[in-house]
């Protein structure tokens, strides 16, 4: 498979998995996290998905397109952990995360995902969804919607 079409799969178990998420907690108050804003498309749409909630975002750096900028202050900008962190500190409660944190090699990856996961599920209340596009840790599997292919695209209900 080219990387073209595996980008086009990797979106399109993305945007219909962010989209069979929103059914999934519509009733369960709470905030949504992205975790990696990279340039912007995955928070711009969380934005048109939730419009009446608030979107937390974390990223080392801000560096997306001019119209996916989010508010100061729901951007945390450096490492995850302390990120995290500071939202479990602050009582923040969590109805869906999207994971899209990565380095480009799969070995940092993994390794990244599982040493947050625990953070994760701290933030993320009972009930909630996170959707990622690394295997997460500790947190119980479900599946997701019909038509995404097994590992593309990984669901977790807390």
């Known amino acids: 498979m080219s990387r073209l079409d595996s980008m086009l799969r990797r979106f399109t178990a993305q945007r219909d998995g962010l989209n069979w998420g929103r059914d999934q907690i519509a009733d369960l108050p709470g905030d949504i996290l992205d975790m990696g804003l990279g340039n912007g498309r995955t928070y711009d ?3 048109e998905l939730f419009p009446n909630r608030r979107v937390w975002v974390i990223d080392r750096v801000l560096q997306c397109h001019p119209s996916c900028v ?3 202050e729901d951007f945390l900008c450096g490492e995850a952990e302390p990120m995290l962190q500071e939202l479990a500190a602050q009582g923040r409660r969590i109805a869906l995360a999207h994971y899209d944190f990565g380095f480009g090699d799969k070995s ?3 390794a990244e995902a599982a040493r947050l ?3 994760i599920a701290q933030v993320v209340q009972p009930g909630g969804l996170v959707i990622s596009g690394q295997p997460l ?6 599946h997701g919607p019909d038509g995404i292919p097994q ?3 990984h669901f977790y209900h807390i």
């Open 108 to 110: 940092k990856d993994l």
């Open 70 to 72: 989010p508010p100061d």
């Open 137 to 142: 840790d500790g947190l119980r599997s479900v």
């Open 45 to 47: 749409h969380l934005r």
């Open 151 to 153: 590992d593309r695209y």
């Open 117 to 119: 996961s625990p953070l």
